[in-house]
Nanobody
Framework: QLQLVESGGGLVQPGGSLRLSCSAS????????IGWFRQAPGREREAVSC????????DYADSVKGRFTISRDNAKNTVFLQMNSLKPEDTAVYYC?????????????????WGQGTQVTVSS
């Protein structure tokens, strides 16, 4: 069973930074496209950022471009989401997900395995 674990969430003031981590045990994350998604209370889940298995292709939601960066550390079998200049509207539960097929698009329907999520709260 493929299991993903997110970490790094927390409470941060507006303008602050957090780095989320997505890790797995028992399989190599670099074989999968990985996506970060988020869901705020009362809202639909939305894509934040995705990276292809080889790390060549990355996608970002317009709302996070220039502030968030997705990256892979294959030696650590981890995918990171560096979040800078955080805003209150970034508050949500953040999920990482893995795509077992060839990465094609940063939409939740493409992803097959999901973590439990980590809470990010941006507030003063």
């Amino acid at each position: 069973q493929l299991q993903l674990v997110e970490s790094g969430g927390g409470l941060v003031q507006p303008g602050g930074s957090l780095r989320l981590s997505c890790s797995a045990s028992g399989f190599r994350l670099d074989y999968f496209g990985i996506g970060w998604f988020r869901q705020a209370p009362g809202r639909e889940r939305e894509a934040v950022s995705c990276v292809s298995a080889g790390g060549i292709s990355t996608d970002y939601a317009d709302s996070v471009k220039g502030r968030f960066t997705i990256s892979r550390d294959n030696a650590k079998n981890t995918v990171f989401l560096q979040m800078n200049s955080l805003k209150p509207e970034d508050t949500a539960v953040y999920y990482c997900a893995a795509d077992k097929g060839p990465y094609s698009d940063c939409v939740s329907d493409e992803f097959d395995y999901w973590g439990q999520g980590t809470q990010v709260t941006v507030s003063s």
